[in-house]
């Protein structure tokens, strides 16, 4: 270990607080200490550090001014120190200002001084056992003498007091009992004597019911909870309700459309003019004996984008252009065949796959991914509207750019399961990245799990120690230029420190310097 340990502190013997402490360091000032000055203290540098690496605040931790104020009786109030309670938890004394508080007993030390106690906004001051002018009259004995004794009730005369409120409340007592009278059924009868005094109170009922026939059935209506509804049938009578000043009217008719639950008979032609005949909603089929001719340039079926067309048997599309304007297409068929036609092993000049368009914010353009027949390899085109020489089926480069989890190439695997790893699809073997004669360039942190093998020392220019060996139990250190390591050696309890040039060395003494 280190022989001697010094903190920083004054060279002479005055009482100033020191001013280039570093964050964390310490320094003690040895003058003689009083309130007024900086003696007898120990400081320590905080917060940050200032361009000259000074602690932007010096602050006082201790020193035998702090300690000396302690030297007295515990429980003793002693002038010029500190407050220190006793062992049985108690101080002699407290002086607060004009106040005293010793033994049982708060007096005031100014010639003739008042003491007030005043609880701060609603606060109150409780008082227990009070006695006034000495110890024989007790409190409630002195407002007897002065202002007469209690007030009570007579018969049918109620006082209450109310020490929170500090009122006296005479009330006359009720005669009645409280309740109420009647419900929803029932009506009060209230009788009254010739002097106006209730007598008694009783009720009568009302009727409730209305009993309501039909050509068949018959059911009670409760005319405080229940409603009366008439209603017609769907598709075959509607009802409707309306109030205008007193009356009510209930019209009853046909609807709109209207449903004929059995076989409908129509002797002549059915004219249903120029609007459509449709037959909607039916739950069963609508069948049709002989053949179905439509003439017309376009035939719709279904009355909207939402309904289902249903082909029974294979369905053939004999023509140049089938368009499918849908925003979903479901085939159960899991390969799709392109250019299914072809016959002659003669290269056509035709790519196959997909081509698409898409807005790119300012215009709708042409994209492709597929086989392209001149290179013989999938690719991808995001936008062909620009090219010259490219046609609808045959599509030239500059490519696209396409992202993947991970692509399998040959025995390399790039990537796979969104992993930034180049690995060997075989699990063993050599990976091998070659320029061809040029430089293999890493632009950013390179890891390696493995054994890195160099056939020369790492310089220190590339983050290496330019050497093959170290000295044995020693610490490296770097030159002044920073270009070259060295060592330093030492023996039992000296550390490491930095000399007055700044260089490090190893030295059997920590000395905090002076200020």
């Known amino acids: 270990m280190a022989a001697k340990t010094r903190i920083k502190h004054l060279t002479s013997s005055t009482t100033n607080a020191p001013t280039i402490l570093k964050t964390g360091e310490i320094g003690y000032s040895y003058g003689t200490g009083s309130q007024t000055n900086g003696g007898d203290r120990l400081y320590i540098g905080i917060q940050g550090e200032d361009s000259n ?3 932007t605040e010096i602050v006082q931790i201790g020193g035998q001014y702090y300690t000396d104020l302690l030297d007295h009786a515990h429980g003793t109030l002693t002038a010029s120190s500190a407050l220190i309670i006793g062992p049985d938890s108690k101080v002699d004394r407290f002086n607060v200002d004009n106040l005293r508080l010793d033994g049982n007993s708060i007096t005031s030390t100014n010639t003739n001084g008042d003491i007030t106690i005043d609880p701060n906004n609603t606060g109150k001051l409780i008082l227990h056992n009070v006695y006034i002018n000495g110890s024989d009259d007790t409190l409630a004995e002195f407002i007897y003498d002065t202002v007469g004794g209690a007030v009570t009730g007579g018969t049918g005369i109620t006082v209450t007091n109310s020490d929170v409120g500090n009122t006296s409340t005479i ?35 009302v009727a409730t019911s209305l ?11 409760d005319l405080l909870t229940d409603e009366l509804r008439i209603t017609g049938t769907t598709n075959e009578i509607v009802t409707a309700s309306s109030k205008s000043g007193t009356d009510v009217t209930v019209q009853v008719g046909l609807p709109d459309d209207v449903t004929i639950g059995n076989d409908l008979t129509v002797t002549t032609d059915l004219d249903v003019g120029s609007n459509n005949f449709t037959v909607a909603g039916a739950t069963g089929n609508t069948t049709i004996a002989g053949n179905l001719t439509v003439q017309g340039s376009t035939i719709n079926l279904g009355n909207d984008t939402g309904d289902t067309v249903t082909v029974a048997g294979n369905l053939v599309v004999q ?6 304007n849908s925003t979903e297409i479901t085939l159960d068929d899991p390969v799709i065949a392109l250019a299914d036609n ?23 353009v042409d994209g492709f991914f597929g086989f392209d027949i001149q290179t013989e390899r999938f690719v991808f085109k995001s936008d062909d509207s620009g090219e010259t020489t490219s046609t609808d089926e045959n599509y030239v480069a500059p490519w696209g750019d396409a992202q993947f989890g ?5 025995n390399v695997i790039v990537g796979g399961g969104n992993d930034n790893t180049i690995t060997t699809a075989t699990g063993s073997g050599n990976l091998t990245l070659d320029s061809d004669g040029g430089t293999v360039t890493v632009s950013d942190n390179l890891s390696v799990t493995g054994t890195v093998t160099l056939s020369n020392d790492l310089a220190v220019a590339h983050g290496g120690t330019g050497i093959s060996s170290f000295t044995g139990d020693a610490v490296f250190i770097s030159n002044a230029g920073g270009t070259a390591i060295s060592f330093i050696t030492g023996s039992e309890g000296e550390i490491i420190q930095f000399n007055s040039s700044g260089a490090p060395v190893a030295s059997d003494i920590i000395d905090g310097g002076t200020y």
């Not at 009993?211 to 209506?221: A, I, K, L, P, R």
């Not at 023509?319 to 499918?324: H, L, M, P, Y």
């Not at 002659?344 to 215009?363: L, Q």
């Open 53 to 55: 690496g000074i602690a």
């Open 406 to 410: 991970g692509v399998y190439a040959g």
């Open 211 to 221: 009993t309501v026939d039909g050509d068949t059935g018959s059911g009670d209506v």
């Open 319 to 324: 023509g140049t252009t089938t368009s499918v």
């Open 342 to 364: 072809t016959t002659d092993s003669a290269s056509d000049g035709v790519d196959r796959g997909v081509s698409f368009k898409w807005g790119n914010g300012s215009s709708v």
């Open 171 to 205: 009330s006359i007592t009720d005669q009645i009992t409280a309740g109420s009278v009647g419900s929803a059924t029932q009506i009060p009868i209230i009788t009254f004597n010739a002097q106006g005094q209730l007598t008694a109170v009783t009720t009568a009922s």
